[in-house]
């Protein structure tokens, strides 16, 4: 045994144990004849630092992964990190401006290979924090999505997609972020709620003969208006259907057609339509008739105004930021008395989540995936049970999306990044091939130029289950790995990522991805609102594990982490956690002191003690809690079992029970007990309880490859297990009297037993030098009768009377319980009426409601237990 430090220190042995793992190969063993057992990480950005979301996300990852390691599995996990084409482009063009250059400074080969620089320079911070985390990643495989054999596939996969007509170029709408200059897709579309206007205005009709009114909160797309809409039932616009209106500044004729679109219900009933700029309006001059070569763009890459192909946009227009042309827009209009009205409006503005723009939706040649086919497949793998949802509920949302998929933009105006395999002739024509030779040969002698967009940055990653594998080359790690067995993603990356891998993966590999999904909530602020730098309310995980270690974090993860529900930060709790992994250095002191160390066997010792036995029985209860919880993937679950079984049952009840009477047998039981904890422990709290593992004594091994415990039913005594759980409770029960009663702590008490059966005796007369122990009880007498002076406490069917007469002033403790009882009822009372009068529940603050109730359940809870005090004194 090595003397463990009176004091934990977490920092000290966490960095020393992961360098060991690591360098040792121990988070990959070779274990070929094993059953695999795979899961890969969301790839982080490689420009990301280690947030909040990522340490539960890879906690869960972790845990898992150590728990199928320790049960005999090859288990794999697989980790790397994502280019991130946008965030990572920003980082390095944003370097450059401080050296006051740009990216167009450069050519594009000169100006990734700066990225790469960057990369291995400074990327990859977050691999560094999530070994501080304790992940147990299969590090010397590691990925990026932009190495060569990764490449190889993303490639393929395009190529195969483009050949099988799942893949094709076509002119629609895309959101478009002017910051960026990209295309970008609607999950990366961030909604927020504007003060704007709404503007109305005139358009006269043709032939001279009045106008229509329409409505906008974009007056500058006026400029490429095409038509208006009104609904074919709705009757004041019947006979205008099909007459053309002479559109204002332009003096474009436009049709006024009949569509769905149109709400009669909503402003005048007639909607301006703007295919070029707007989705809805998009779909509206496809059924008008309008094709997407024709409909008119009057924005360029930067969001200014452009003239159109009918040239009808005035010169002083053209050039325009669209903010600028709005104004000058709303004064043409007013000044031909044409403005019916302005306004005030909350508006759903669309913003780029990382430039912070506002979103233009821009009429643009891009690259598009089918995804409505590719969903089909994916749809029925859920339905059928390939794929299991966790927790069931997701399963509805899963499905409304697939169900309503749109084709899937997945082509990026970024330099960093897959570029896309596609050439161009002089005439246009595309040429889809793996590499330039492949392509030329499709286009013989004809001139080619490489289609400058690189592809979108989820493309890639969807097919992380398998191009991590060495895909598509078959290689043995893609045959005995895949499907992965289980993924553990954040809900709001489902459509995102999880889905698309779903597709992706069932198309190339005709297999799902994973047999299970799971997918877990969001990490908020303490008061439940969502964290965000804007709001100052995020958390640094880093922080947290400088502060308590990386166990109690990963312990407040687990203990926390609900099916269906969202986390609360509450940095107590991770402190309580901290003062857990305490208890159980604590606990191995106390071990050590006594001479009981590590365990020699893997099954539990043999033990004729009530209490050894008793322990035994606990142990094998929690290793069967802990495996039911694991496989229903309920991580706060399985965390309470051990938390429980450890804290409660090991050393408040056992090392205790044992006190003062540790033969050779408790020896070897609690030796073995401990040794069962460290394992149960080590997928919540890795770094103590390594550090634990090897202080107890000699090892074969480390104890990340240890055996997980064998729930052995046949080592478990009822009858033991009912003992000492009576003697708990009766030890529970007279402590709990004594403190009620304001007894003192050191005062010895006597006490007659009544109506005890004959069993109840004869644990009463094996337990006497425990209950003296531990409830004060001096002597046990067997009587009938009721003593006055004294407190009664019943346990089963026996009642235990514990004369007071002497230990404490019996008239001075009913004086104090009684005005003590009084005073919580009055303010229980106090407070119902308050929470009954439903002026206040409706008007106050919730905040205040929930406190009332809280403090309504509190004193209720007192004034029952002054009750029960004083319903103890005879």
Request: charged share 25%.
């Amino acid at each position: 045994m090595t003397d463990l430090p009176k004091t934990f220190d977490p920092a000290e042995i966490e960095s020393r144990w992961y360098a060991h793992w690591e360098s040792n190969g121990l988070f990959r063993p070779e274990r070929p004849d094993a059953q695999p057992f795979t899961i890969v990480n969301p790839p982080p950005n490689v420009t990301g630092s280690l947030h909040i979301g990522h340490a539960l996300d890879n906690t869960l990852q972790d845990i898992v992964v150590r728990y199928e390691r320790l049960r005999g599995k090859d288990a794999l996990w697989v980790v790397g990190t994502d280019h991130a084409g946008i965030a990572t482009q920003m980082v390095v063009e944003r370097q450059m401006n401080l050296r006051q250059q740009k990216r167009t400074d450069f050519t594009r080969e000169e100006f990734v290979a700066k990225v790469w620089e960057w990369k291995e320079e400074s990327g990859g911070e977050i691999t560094r924090q999530l070994r501080r985390l304790g992940c147990s990643m299969d590090w010397a495989n590691e990925r990026f999505t932009m190495d060569e054999g990764f490449s190889k596939a993303v490639i393929k996969v395009f190529v195969e997609l483009y050949n099988r007509g799942l893949l094709y170029r076509d002119k629609r709408l895309v959101n478009w972020d002017p910051g960026l200059k990209t295309a970008i897709s609607d999950l990366e579309v961030e909604t927020r709620e504007i003060n704007g206007k709404f503007w109305h205005f005139r358009y006269p009709l043709a032939d001279g003969s009045g106008h229509i009114s329409v409505a906008t909160t974009r007056p500058e797309t006026m400029l490429a208006d095409m038509a208006v809409a009104v609904n074919p039932a709705d009757e004041r616009y019947q006979a205008l259907i099909g007459t053309m209106v002479k559109l204002p500044i332009t003096g474009r004729l436009i049709p006024i057609v009949a569509d769905e679109h149109a709400d009669p219900e909503l402003g005048s009933g007639a909607v301006k339509i703007t295919p070029g700029h707007d989705f809805n309006d998009f779909e509206v001059g496809k059924r008008a008739g309008f094709k997407a070569a024709d409909m008119l763009n009057m924005l360029d890459a930067d969001a200014r105004v452009v003239q159109v192909a009918d040239g009808l946009i005035p010169a002083e227009f053209v050039g325009l930021d669209r903010f600028d042309a709005r104004k000058l827009v709303v004064e043409a209009i007013d000044s031909l008395g044409l403005l019916d009205k302005i306004e005030d409006r909350v508006i759903q503005t669309p913003y780029g989540d990382r430039s912070g723009v506002v979103i233009e939706p821009w009429l643009t040649d891009q690259w598009y995936v089918d995804a409505e086919t590719l969903a089909k497949p994916a749809i029925e793998a859920v339905k059928s049970g390939a794929i299991e949802i966790v927790p069931k509920s997701w399963e509805k949302t899963y499905f409304n999306w697939m169900d309503n998929i749109q084709p899937w933009c997945v082509s990026r105006q970024l330099w960093w990044g897959h570029q896309i395999p596609a050439w161009f002739d002089d005439e246009g024509q595309v040429y889809v091939a793996e590499d330039q030779a492949a392509a030329q040969d499709l286009a013989g002698n004809k001139r080619l130029t490489r289609d400058p967009d690189v592809l979108d940055t989820w493309f890639s990653s969807a097919l992380w289950p398998f191009g991590t594998l060495g895909w598509p080359d078959e290689t043995p790690q893609v045959a005995r790995h895949y499907p992965n067995d289980l993924l553990i993603s954040g809900f709001d990356i489902l459509f995102f990522w999880d889905a698309r891998m779903a597709m992706q993966g069932i198309e190339f590999m005709k297999d799902v991805p994973w047999k299970r999904l799971y997918l877990h909530g969001l990490v908020r602020a303490a008061d439940g609102s969502k964290m965000s730098k804007s709001k100052g309310n995020t958390v640094d995980p880093l922080g947290l594990i400088d502060a308590f270690g990386a166990d109690a974090l990963r312990f407040f993860m687990a203990a926390m982490e609900s099916q269906g529900r969202d986390i609360k930060m509450d940095e107590n709790r991770v402190q309580g956690y901290r003062n857990f992994a305490t208890k159980l250095w604590n606990a191995a002191r106390f071990l050590q002191s006594n001479g009981i160390g590590a365990s020699a066997t893997l099954r539990a010792p043999d033990a004729t003690l009530p209490v050894n036995r008793w322990i035994i029985a606990e142990t094998i209860a929690t290793v069967q809690a802990l495996d039911l919880a694991m496989a229903d993937l309920r991580f706060d679950a399985a965390a309470n079992a051990i938390y429980h079984f450890v804290w409660d049952r090991f050393c408040d009840w056992y090392l205790e029970l044992i006190k003062g009477q540790i033969d050779d047998e408790t020896k070897a039981v609690a030796g073995w007990v401990f040794d069962q904890i460290l394992v149960m422990l080590h997928p919540f709290m890795p770094f103590i309880t390594e550090e634990l593992w090897h202080a107890m004594g000699a090892r074969a091994g480390d104890l990340i490859v240890a055996h997980w415990p064998q729930a052995d039913a046949h080592a478990i005594d009822p009858d033991a297990s009912a003992e000492i759980d009576w003697l708990i409770r009766l030890v529970s029960a007279i402590r709990t009297g004594r403190t009620e009663l304001n007894v003192p702590p050191g005062a010895k008490m006597q006490a007659i037993v009544r109506d005890a059966s004959d069993a109840t005796k004869a644990r009463l007369a094996r337990q006497q030098t425990s209950l003296s122990r531990m409830a004060r009880v001096e002597s046990i007498a067997h009587g009938t009768a009721t003593e006055a002076g004294a407190a009664q406490i019943v346990v089963d069917e026996a009642t235990y009377i514990l004369p007071l007469e002497g230990v404490i002033d019996l008239a001075a403790e009913k004086a104090r319980l009684s005005k003590a009882m009084e005073a919580a009822v009055k303010e229980r009372d106090t407070l119902a009426g308050r929470l009954g009068n439903a002026s206040f529940v409706e008007r106050a603050k919730p905040e205040a409601v929930e406190k009332a109730r809280a403090d309504h359940s509190e004193k209720s809870a007192e004034a029952e237990r002054l009750a029960a005090a004083l319903a103890r004194l005879a």
